[in-house]
């Protein structure tokens, strides 16, 4: 059987290698995206994403079981950070979803940062398409932190879910500076411990003042308290994310072909830019040069930055 | 400027007992050396350790083990990787063993077994020398012909 009807047909060794691929950058791994991508468009995709520790897994877990009932297929894409030290890493979101690893309707995949060049955004989209070709009905996206590479990724997402705790003073805060307008909807985790009200109504006083730039037919974002350990609340957060998408794909409605476009226009800028920068430093190795002689010389005024960049750009995209 | 394949390595602990002390550290020291290290917790029956490491797509399986679970839970791990057409994925056991039960093992397809009194460099420097990251790109679903 071709590799495409393999992975098409869901053969979870395809599957399985060809993300190992993607992620290892093997150029055989385009074609064969290329060819996947017809098959691609019909998943629903779901990204959480939180500081680390919030529950992120604990939530990933209990809502696949919802959508299990629902006996939706399910694939899960879990994102850790990779050691600034060594390059290695552990990948340890896997040991709360343990109760799916039997389940053919559930393919759980873990991958490191190895983060550059928001090379993360444009392996995870790529996963998330795949996974997408071999007809996943929901495709959950677990990524760490707050910081720009995830907001790109919850931006790949078609609805995207933020997790906090109580008491966590510096998410609100990052909420605060710029990724409120990526969160459809806010989970509170953890809601035994204290302070969870506080936290819900800071987040409705963020999400008041955002909603005067809203659109009146604009998603309101949502919160919902959880307990992800006790699968407390997790009904509600079922509901919800479900009606954001009920809400993406209502008939008539423009909504869910504007976040593809969104989704895809992000994912080609993506796209683009690695590439257009891998092409830029492939020259300026293939003449002998250096990021790092480059730097040296202009620290030392034989260059200055601006120089530097007309000469690289015009040499090295004409 | 192509990544270079990065060693997949599965750390998983079969058995009831519930101490995975041992296994975090083998796993932390994994990191340590560059590989990355899948690690799904305790309380693994051989079928989750191989969906696993089919979906992971590890290059190998680090078992580690205290309880004397060894005899049914090794082999058997080699055996669903048989037939999950998955023999291509090596196996390595740590923990404590009875010396007779050691050939056996290594009869039944465990590549190494290493003791408590093992040094994690020596794991490491094995796991470097005999273990490589699959190199076929486009080979897929059935097992690698080894030639
Ligand atoms: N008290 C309490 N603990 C919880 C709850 N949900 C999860 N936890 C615990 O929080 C810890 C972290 O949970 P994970 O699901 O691994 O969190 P995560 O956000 O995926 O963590 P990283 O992937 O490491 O960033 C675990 O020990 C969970 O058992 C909850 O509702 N209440
Ligand atoms: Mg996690």
Partial sequence: ?318 | MANARKLRILVAKPGLDGHDRGARVVARAFRDAGFEVVYTGCHQTPEQIVSTAIQEDVDLIGLSILSGAHRYSFPRVIELLKENNAEDISVIGGGIFPMEDIPRLKEAGIKEIFEPGAKLGEIIEWVGTNISPRMDADESGSARVSG
């Fill in chain 1, 1 to 318: 059987m071709d590799i495409i009807q393999q992975i098409v047909s869901g053969d979870v060794r395809t599957i399985a290698r060809i993300l190992r691929d993607i992620d290892d950058e093997l150029p055989s791994s385009r074609s064969v995206l290329q060819r996947l991508y017809p098959h691609t468009g019909k998943a629903h995709v779901i990204g959480f994403t939180g500081s680390p520790g919030v529950g992120k897994s604990t939530l990933v877990d209990q809502i696949a079981g919802f959508y299990r009932k629902e006996s939706k297929t399910v694939g899960i894409l879990a994102v850790d950070p990779t050691s600034p030290f060594t390059g290695g890493a552990i990948l340890g979101d896997r040991i709360r979803m343990q109760r799916h690893f039997l389940d053919p309707g559930v393919f759980i995949r873990s991958l490191a940062t190895r983060g550059q060049f928001g090379g993360l955004s444009k392996s995870t989209n790529d996963m998330v398409n795949v996974l997408d070709a071999a007809g996943k009905d929901v495709i959950l996206v677990e990524t760490v932190g707050v910081g720009q590479d995830e907001v790109e990724i919850a931006n790949s997402a078609h609805t995207t879910v933020l997790v906090t705790i109580p008491g966590m003073g510096d998410d609100i805060q990052a909420i605060k500076a710029g990724i409120m307008e990526i969160g459809n909807i806010f989970v509170v985790n953890k809601a035994d411990r204290e302070g969870s009200r506080k936290t819900v109504r800071e987040l409705m006083n963020l999400i008041e003042i955002n909603s005067r730039r809203r659109n009146g037919d604009d998603w309101e974002p949502q919160i919902v308290e959880t307990e992800a350990m006790k699968g407390r609340g997790i009904d509600k957060l079922y509901e919800t994310i479900e009606k954001h998408r009920t809400f993406l794909q209502a008939t008539g409605s423009e909504k869910w072909r504007e976040v593809v476009e969104k989704r895809t226009k992000i994912q080609l800028m993506g796209a683009l830019r690695d590439e257009a920068f891998k092409a830029v430093l492939e020259r300026i190795e293939a003449r002998g040069d250096s990021i790092d002689e480059l730097v040296r010389r202009i620290v030392d005024r034989e260059l200055d930055p601006y120089t530097a960049v007309e000469q690289i750009v015009d040499k090295g995209l004409r």
